[in-house]
């Protein structure tokens, strides 16, 4: 296993909270955002008041008809500091929250100082990763778990944009890429087709493009064919590839540390409900 995605999988809950927290989407109702606009609007507001194409360009598989529908009224109801604002108080709300007692513990300020050399390294990197770049170039704020949840979401998008990349060199539209994480069977096909607001025929004519491909087995299932697997394990792979230069400023030993600390944190918010469809392992 890479280093990146040693620390991925201990630590990313750390980040993802936000997209789930009642925090955040209370926020953003009152800021007038609601359903898709908020979520659209607080992930791109780094880039400055950010057109619907830039979201369908930078976030990959959401159907674009949909992202055009959510950004629409964005920009006229709110600026990209409101939104920006918002979420870090957000951030701080649900973490209080999830973190409770752990919140100003050195566990916290250990995998705030890990994840931000990380994150650090990362930002020599900037070329090809557009979403991380935005976020780079915000402030880092004062508070050691708010300055955890800035690094870790550098981090998660230095990673994404490196996983778009692969997705794009093996010829993958945003929808065909769904389909493909459907059949691994990691998340049923529902959840990705209705989260990312694509309908079934739309979902179908991809299927059917990547069986005539040879990316999926004939007949109604959707299942990797041998050709399929290796596609699939191929990105992957160039996902972690990608990923090292942000972890090898940390090294084995560093990664190791910070899986040790920042795990127990990732543990805690899950046990408190901020990711609802995780359970602690």
């Given at each position: 296993m890479t280093l990146g995605r040693k620390a991925w999988q201990a630590i990313e809950p750390l980040h993802s909270f936000i997209y789930f927290a009642p925090e955040a989407a209370q926020r953003f109702e009152a800021l007038g955002l609601e359903g898709g606009s908020g979520y659209f609007a607080s992930r791109s507001a780094a880039f400055?008041?950010?057109?619907?194409?830039?979201?369908?360009?930078?976030?990959?598989?959401?159907?674009?008809?949909?992202?055009?529908?959510?950004?629409?009224?964005?920009?006229?109801?709110?600026?990209?500091?409101?939104?920006?604002?918002?979420?870090?108080e957000a951030a701080d709300a649900a973490l209080r929250r999830g973190l409770g007692d752990l919140i100003g513990t050195d566990a916290i300020?250990?995998?705030?100082?890990?994840?931000?050399?990380?994150?650090?390294?990362?930002?020599?990197?900037?070329?090809?990763?557009?979403?991380?770049?935005?976020?780079?170039?915000?402030?880092?704020?004062?508070?050691?778990?708010?300055?955890?949840?800035?690094?870790?979401?550098?981090l998660r998008e230095f990673r994404g944009d490196g996983h778009i990349a692969a997705l794009v060199g093996a010829e993958l539209t945003g929808l065909e890429a769904l389909v493909v994480h459907a059949a691994t069977g990691y998340l049923p096909a529902k959840v990705l087709r209705n989260t990312r607001q694509w309908s079934e025929e739309q979902w179908a004519a991809a299927a059917d493009g990547l069986r005539?491909?040879?990316?999926?087995?004939?007949?109604?299932?959707?299942?990797?064919?041998?050709?399929?697997?290796?596609?699939?394990?191929?990105?992957?792979?160039?996902?972690?590839?990608?990923?090292?230069?942000?972890y090898a400023a940390l090294g084995e030993q560093g990664v190791d540390r910070l899986v040790e600390?920042?795990?127990?944190?990732?543990?805690?918010?899950?046990?408190?409900?901020?990711?609802?469809?995780?359970?602690?392992?």
């Open positions: 400055g008041p950010a057109s619907a194409e830039t979201v369908i360009a930078t976030f990959f598989n959401f159907n674009p008809d949909f992202v055009r529908h959510s950004m629409a009224p964005v920009w006229a109801k709110v600026t990209p500091e409101q939104v920006l604002a918002a979420r870090l300020a250990e995998t705030a100082a890990l994840t931000r050399k990380a994150a650090e390294a990362a930002s020599a990197r900037l070329e090809g990763r557009p979403l991380f770049a935005a976020h780079a170039a915000l402030p880092w704020p004062a508070e050691p778990h708010l300055e955890l949840f800035h690094a870790q979401t550098l005539e491909r040879g990316i999926l087995e004939p007949g109604e299932d959707e299942v990797l064919t041998e050709q399929g697997k290796a596609m699939r394990q191929g990105v992957e792979d160039l996902t972690d590839r990608l990923a090292e230069p942000a600390v920042g795990k127990p944190l990732s543990d805690a918010v899950i046990e408190a409900g901020l990711l609802p469809f995780l359970k602690k392992k």
